[in-house]
């Protein structure tokens, strides 16, 4: 989870009409994370011929979207587009997992623990809270001591309830995503692609060496896109290795740390967070601080032994009853980050029907379900 606060910027324009498609079209949506999965459902449902593809499948482990869990939240500091994007996505996802009859959004609400009288990344969200009645609760140190006896607010000023966030099963929701699109007609190849241009006319190479073309090709590679596009995105997207870890949770105290909300450390620096609870996992602690350039493809996933003191460190101070807690899981996952932490969705330089949809940048997740309807309004006017 990245805590970016973003150039309060509007990104509207960049999904403002960009309509090249209509029913009967085809179209190519190479990634199949939360990005592509979403987008290619959405130009599904809108009658456009979908192929989407992917190297290693749906949520697969070196994908950004491959972890258990993701946070779910509107608070985005002053960036108004981001706070109204993730309204949209949990309607969206509330209705899908309805639809799928199966949960994967876990409303526990998210808790933002702050250090000193001011937190921009929640107090400049309050106005928009209030607009879409999603208002936060304000937790002074006692009643945040009270409340939530398990968290050392010895140096905390304040906490902030959000009642209407929480977290969402992310590789299951994205297999779920890849499984509704083929169950309603869309067409999905596993197979590695690279990018070709014969004469004007742009077209996906499959890994047997075919081509296949389209009406529209949309590449959603997350931390890829850089590498596979060097001179149209190249360092505008870079990727770096973040580190989530699950901790054992003691057995006398299993119940009241598994039912703790969503936490954000809003410190101004680390910036941990975490998720606690899910299926038994542990309660997991992520690391927004960027990690090292890192290879998505090859890089090897083990924890760096320093970022995982310091993240011992830190829980033993900020949740003293988890102090010699044992590391039960881990995993890698890389950042897919854009300069500024906005995403991406532009035209290709030269060809007019490619198009790159991306740099998720550590908060993308959540909003995968209208992401992917926006960029689909953008294509279809009607
Ligand atoms: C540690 C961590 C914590 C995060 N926490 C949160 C959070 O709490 N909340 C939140 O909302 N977001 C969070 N994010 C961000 C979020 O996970 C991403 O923004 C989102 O998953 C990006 O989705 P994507 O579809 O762009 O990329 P991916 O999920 O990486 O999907 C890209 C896909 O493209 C495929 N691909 C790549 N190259 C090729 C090729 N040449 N041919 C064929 N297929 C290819 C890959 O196999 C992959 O499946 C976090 C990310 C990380 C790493």
């Not at 902030?160 to 779920?176: N, Q, S, V």
């Not at 389209?214 to 931390?223: K, N």
């Amino acid at each position: 989870m990245s805590t970016n606060t973003f150039a309060p910027r509007s990104l509207k324009s960049q999904f403002e009409r960009k309509g090249t498609l209509k029913r009967g079209d085809t179209a190519i949506v190479v990634g199949a994370g939360a990005f592509g999965g979403w987008t290619a459902l959405h130009l599904l449902r809108r009658g456009i011929h979908v192929t989407l593809i992917d190297a290693w499948g749906a949520g697969n482990s070196r994908s950004s979207s491959g972890d258990e869990t993701r946070v779910i939240r509107s608070t985005y500091g002053a960036n108004e587009f981001y706070f109204d994007l993730n309204v949209r996505a949990l309607e969206l996802w509330k209705e899908h997992q309805k639809e799928w009859n199966q949960q994967v959004f876990f409303n526990t609400g998210v808790l933002w623990l702050c250090p000193s009288d001011e937190c921009a990344i929640v107090d400049d969200s309050i106005p928009f809270s209030r607009k879409h009645k999603m208002e936060y609760e304000y937790l002074n140190k006692t009643d945040l001591g009270k409340r939530f006896p398990v968290v050392n607010s010895d140096d905390l000023h304040h906490g902030w309830y959000d009642p209407f966030g929480g977290y969402l099963k992310a590789r299951e929701a994205t297999r779920l995503v890849l499984e509704t699109f083929v169950k309603e007609g869309g067409t999905f190849v596993n197979s590695l692609v690279s990018p070709s241009v014969t004469g004007e006319n742009a077209s996906v190479r499959l890994q047997d060496g075919t081509n296949a073309g389209a009406d529209t090709i949309i590449y959603a590679c997350g931390s890829w896109l850089g590498a596979l596009f060097p001179h149209e995105i190249g360092d505008r997207i870079t990727c770096t290795k973040q580190e989530v870890y699950y901790f054992g949770v003691p057995g006398n105290a299993a119940s009241g740390y598994d039912k703790f909300p969503v936490w954000v450390d809003a410190d101004g620096k680390d910036y941990y967070y975490g998720i606690p609870g899910n299926a038994n996992r542990g309660f997991k602690v992520g690391v927004d601080r960027r990690g090292p350039a890192f290879d998505p493809t090859n890089g090897d996933r083990l924890p760096q032994p320093e970022v995982l003191t310091h993240a011992r460190n830190f829980l033993a101070h900020r949740f003293p009853g988890l102090k010699n807690s044992p590391l039960v899981e881990s995993r890698v996952c890389p950042y897919e980050n854009s300069v500024d932490g906005n995403f991406i969705f532009e035209r290709h330089p030269t060809q007019d029907n490619v198009w790159f949809l991306g740099g998720g940048s550590g908060h993308g997740f959540k909003h995968g379900p209208a992401l992917g309807e926006l960029v689909c309004t953008s294509f279809i006017h009607r």
